[in-house]
């Protein structure tokens, strides 16, 4: 599965070597938030997980993450909250399970792209679909956000580690990443030929 050294950074410097981790992109291709739902916020029930990914080319930066128990109202609140603040935000995966579907209904009564998403396979089996793109050293996280720490436990520890609810998350907008790109559109300089946004 993964390993640290599938691990890629951005917003901080390596503290083996004392290189700049990379650059977040001046502007994303398109952003958009994955959802992993749970049945209840319970201490004793699973996490939600909530991530926003900014997608340049084929390279994926996780933005940000909640991970937190959270009932259908608060997941809600969250979303909100976090499409209002990464702003413009191209969809909202939302998983169909646990409290999921309430979430969904209560969301597309006033946003657009809101994608109900219906989890294909196994846990495993999802992992496996998406590992060479973290092979391939595609996804970055924030080298210094509170969350990134777990997220690498889970990643690292999957499918054995406690916790899994980041994992799922991840998975979910890779899956859903292969089978949609939004198209773009790229501008070009007439006298070099390059592209405006190199």
Known sequence: MVTLHDICYYGGVDPMTGHADEKLPLNFDF???????????????????I????????LRFVLKVVNNHLNAAATETEIRRLRNLYGPISAVLVEDKANGPAVIERLRVNISGVVPITPQGGKVARMHAVLSEWQARNWHLERNAARTGPFIDQ?????????DDMVDMMTQAASWLIRYQLPTVRIYNAFTGRPFDE
Do not use: E, M, W
Request: glycine share 12%; with cysteine.
């Open 155 to 163: 990643l690292i520890t999957f499918p054995s580690g406690r916790h």
């Open 31 to 49: 952003k958009f938030i994955s959802v992993d739902c749970a049945f209840k916020d319970s201490p004793t029930s699973s996490f939600v997980a």
């Open 51 to 58: 991530g926003v990914i900014g997608v340049k080319g084929p």
